[in-house]
């Protein structure tokens, strides 16, 4: 695991891998803030041509590249899921990945989630909504958007984002 110093707050090219500024996709690095907050992180490859925000959720497979998160289909049974991190503070950093691209996703920690309304349940699960925006857990749900290791830790989203607690954030349930 690389500790400090990774630079989080970019959408690195083609050419900063190569210079080896990001380390391959599914490569792990953590840090530990001034509180004694510990934060884990994985590198992942992004598709071309996306304007990404702050907080936004993927979903990362065995190879560490990283799909725009939506409703997944069942086969991604305790497939990983992680937050783009641009920007440490609640700010909606926006940045483009044009070609092959790399970012960082926070897999641990407190950390700032894109979220589609506002969540109204302190403590609540949070689930993948579209676009990469979290959802609160709805009654009923499909269980193809169950998300187990996210967790709400405010009651009002502000600016579209949310701070929550990432567990390890995976699909749970089974194929159907």
């Known amino acids: 695991m690389i500790n400090a110093g990774i630079q989080l707050n970019r959408i690195f090219s083609k050419a900063d891998f190569k210079r080896g500024k ?3 996709p599914g490569a792990l ?13 994985i590198s ?8 990404l925000t702050n907080g936004l959720a993927f979903t990362i497979d065995g190879d560490g ?7 997944q289909p069942s086969t991604l049974f305790g497939g990983r899921v992680g937050i ?26 407190k950390a700032i989630a894109a979220v589609s309304a506002s969540v109204t349940a302190l403590g609540g ?20 958007s169950q998300v187990d290791g ?13 701070s929550v607690l990432l567990q390890y954030p995976k699909f749970q349930g089974g194929p159907v």
Do not use: K
């Open 44 to 51: 992942v490859q992004l598709a071309s041509g996306q304007t």
């Open 65 to 71: 590249v990283a799909t725009l998160g939506t409703a």
């Open 150 to 162: 996210i967790t709400a830790l405010a009651t009002q989203a502000a600016n579209g984002l949310l």
């Open 29 to 41: 690095a953590s840090s530990v803030g001034p509180n004694g907050d510990s934060r884990e992180y």
């Open 22 to 24: 990001i380390p391959g």
């Open 125 to 144: 699960y949070l689930s993948m909504g579209t676009n990469g925006h979290l959802i609160g857990v709805i009654a009923g749900q499909s269980a193809s």
């Open 84 to 109: 783009l991190v641009l920007s440490g503070s609640a700010v909606d950093a926006t940045q483009t990945a044009s070609g092959t691209s790399f970012a960082w996703c926070q897999i641990y920690g």
